[in-house]
Nanobody
Framework: QVQLVESGGGLVQAGGSLRVSCSAS????????MGWFRQNPGKVRELVAS????????RYADYVKGRFTISRDNAKNTVDLQTSNLKPEDTAVYYC??????????????????WGPGTQVTVSS
């Protein structure tokens, strides 16, 4: 049974940084691409960043390029999202997701098969 669990969310001031992590179980390490999405109430879930199975291909949404970094540790079955220079508009529930398309870094939510319950990130102005 596949299970994804996010951690590390919280409240941070604008300009600050936060590291959110996702722990995966039931997956065969590098056989899955991983992604981070975010969503606010009443809005569409949007991609933040994704990474392929072996960690050498990454994709970022334009609004986080240069501020967020996605990484993975297949030995520990974890994927992290390091955020910096946070803005109030980064406030959202952040979700970890796993995709079977391990050879690439998918960008569409429909390409991801498994999802975590999410962790709240709130950026105050």
């Amino acid at each position: 049974q596949v299970q994804l669990v996010e951690s590390g969310g919280g409240l941070v001031q604008a300009g600050g940084s936060l590291r959110v992590s996702c722990s995966a179980s039931g997956l065969t390490r590098s056989s899955y691409a991983m992604g981070w999405f975010r969503q606010n109430p009443g809005k569409v879930r949007e991609l933040v960043a994704s990474i392929n199975g072996i960690g050498d291909i990454t994709r970022y949404a334009d609004y986080v390029k240069g501020r967020f970094t996605i990484s993975r540790d297949n030995a520990k079955n974890t994927v992290d999202l390091q955020t910096s220079n946070l803005k109030p508009e980064d406030t959202a529930v952040y979700y970890c997701a796993a995709s079977l398309y391990a050879g690439t870094a998918p960008v569409m939510g429909g390409d991801f098969l498994y999802w975590g319950p999410g962790t709240q990130v709130t950026v105050s102005s």
